[in-house]
């Protein structure tokens, strides 16, 4: 099992920026991918960003240019710098980890973490 604890959410002007941590523990080394999922009030929960085991990223096409997925490998902590923040960029943040179990592949989630982006 992986437990995954955020970090970092607030309330910012549009324009300016934050950046969320994700600490992992557990049964990190069999962790293949870690990403970084948002929910708005009333939407699906949508993916923002993922970062895999090789460095390999990819993000949602509202974000390219904006945010910035890495992670520090030594700290178990994955980043998401997330700059000229919108008023739609407004969400509740999940941190998430996927590792395979045998056959099976297994997410698990983070509590999520509150960003508001209003003047």
């Known amino acids: 099992q992986v437990q995954l604890v955020e970090s970092g959410g607030g309330l910012v002007q549009p324009g300016g920026s934050l950046r969320l941590s994700c600490a992992a523990s557990g049964s990190i080394f069999s962790i293949n991918a870690m990403g970084w999922y948002r929910q708005a009030p009333g939407k699906e929960r949508e993916l923002v960003a993922r970062i895999m085991r090789g460095g390999i990223t990819n993000y949602a096409d509202s974000v390219k240019g904006r945010f910035t997925i890495s992670r520090d490998d030594v700290k178990n902590t994955v980043y998401l710098q997330m700059n000229s923040l919108k008023p739609e960029d407004t969400a509740v943040y999940y941190c998430?980890?996927?590792?395979?179990?045998?056959?099976?592949?297994?997410?698990?989630w983070g509590q999520g973490t509150q960003v508001t982006v209003s003047s």
């Open positions: 998430s980890s996927r590792r395979a179990s045998g056959s099976v592949l297994i997410t698990e």
